[in-house]
Structures are given as C-alpha cells and as structure tokens.
C-alpha cells in the first residue's frame, strides 16, 4: 500500500485542521488505518485509528473528544479531523495501514505500511 498524506499547516491554538491519507495500489478496505505523529526531539506516538470498516476507532487519551478519524472506501481516504488544536500538538503526522486492528498499535506495532509525514504546527 502507498500512503501519501497532506492536510498539514500552521494553525492558532483552539484552530482546527483536517488531515487526509490517501491509499493506494491495494484493497483499502482490507487495511486497518491510523495517524501516528512525531514531535522534535520525541519519539513517535499513536495517535488514533480506525477499523478496517470504519465501524471502530481508537485513540490516545491526549486526543479523545478534539480528533476524529474517519475513512471513505469510495476515495480510499483515511481522514483525521483535528479540532481544538493545542501547542502539543505540533508534530510531524505520519499516517499507517496495517492488516490486523489496532489494539497492538499504540505499543508500536501492527503497522505494515507507512506514509511520509506531513507538519502540523500549533502556535500558541
């Protein structure tokens, strides 16, 4: 699978933000798909992801209740929606697929394919 995402930017704390993971060159939907982000200096953290039908999704407790993940099979489009952006949140966000969800994925692996990061910058 190829990953290419983009959405990323400069935005004022409390902005928002919508990151999107495009998929491609195999079946999206036989793929679990997820953000994972990298602050400087940081090592890489799971951020949230979503099932291989979109029926369930998971996320760190730092961003429950301001980022949604959502897919679209049609587009083969993973999305991440990030809302009530904080200072912390700046990061280099990296987007994921794996065969097997998710629950194995904030101790760093599941994960079979990875995209080139694209930067989110809150300033405060």
């Known amino acids: 699978v190829q990953l290419q995402a983009s959405g990323g930017g400069l935005v004022q704390a409390g902005g928002s933000l919508r990151l999107s993971c495009a998929a491609s060159?195999?079946?999206?939907?036989?793929?679990?798909m997820g953000w994972f982000r990298q602050a400087p200096g940081k090592e890489r953290e799971f951020v949230t992801a979503?099932?291989?039908?979109?029926?369930?999704?998971y996320s760190s407790d730092s961003v429950k209740g301001r980022f949604t993940i959502t897919r679209d099979h049609a587009k083969n489009t993973v999305y991440l929606q990030m809302n009530s952006l904080k200072p912390e949140d700046t990061a280099v966000y990296y987007c994921?697929?794996?065969?097997?969800?998710?629950?194995?994925?904030?101790?760093?692996?599941?994960?079979?394919?990875w995209g080139k990061g694209t930067q989110v910058t809150v300033s405060s």
């Open positions: 979503i099932s291989k039908s979109g029926g369930s999704t």
């Open positions: 994921a697929a794996g065969l097997l969800c998710c629950s194995n994925w904030p101790r760093g692996y599941g994960m079979d394919f």
């Open positions: 060159g195999r079946t999206f939907s036989n793929y679990a």
